[in-house]
């Protein structure tokens, strides 16, 4: 690649941070990536259910899982790295898409200096009206997240690094409260990935009149699956004491 072609494509990527489009594509790239993760992660939490010895050798399907995830990349790579670079990844991915968002809050406050007398809250959305406090929740829900099942530093429950089915035991059985903190964040998940899916066909340009109810449905679809199996995986998890024993 010659020089002229690096500082031509290093134009066009500044280019697409820098302009108003660009931010909302990437936002939507990334916003999309995040919801395709997150359903993942549901799918494989829902091993839960498979029970105590759900894999066949008396070993729960939910540790088998989190130890595939961990051999992923072996034996090119030494063991859990290449799970660790995808985390990495997704929370660059995750922080593009924060700062991209406040940055595109704070461009649109910054082209209406004075504040509207009243704010129409009647036609608005009301997913659109949850994601300024929903992101902040998801944010400080996923740090809450982490701490309990990856790295081990809730001082409620007895962390057993690799068995991931006794510490979601641990932490949710017969305690409504942490089913509580965990069904509020899916709630603000549900509405942000909604508002995520509706926003990312606007930017796209696939938000025509024909399509809008397709639109809606595919959004609230998506979101209702989503919620729908994480309530399931908190419910059972708070109520059975051994999910598919």
Known sequence: MTATAVRARGARQRGLWATTVGKKLLVAVTGLGWIGFVFVHMIGNLKLFMGPEGHGDSRPALNVYGEWLRDLGTPALPHSVLLWLLRFGLLTTFVVHVVLVAALSWRN??????????TAHVQANPASLMMKW???????????????????VSPDIEFRRGDPYGNVLQAFYHRPWMGAIYLVAMIALAGHIYHGIYSTAQTLGINRARREQLIRRIATGTAALILG?????????????NPGY
């Open 109 to 118: 406050r910054a082209a209406r200096p004075q504040r509207y007398a009243k």
């Open 134 to 152: 929903g992101g902040v929740t998801i944010l400080a829900f996923l740090l809450f997240h982490l701490a309990h099942f990856t790295w081990g």
């Open 229 to 241: 199996g994480n309530v399931l995986i908190i419910v059972g998890a708070t109520l059975i004491k």
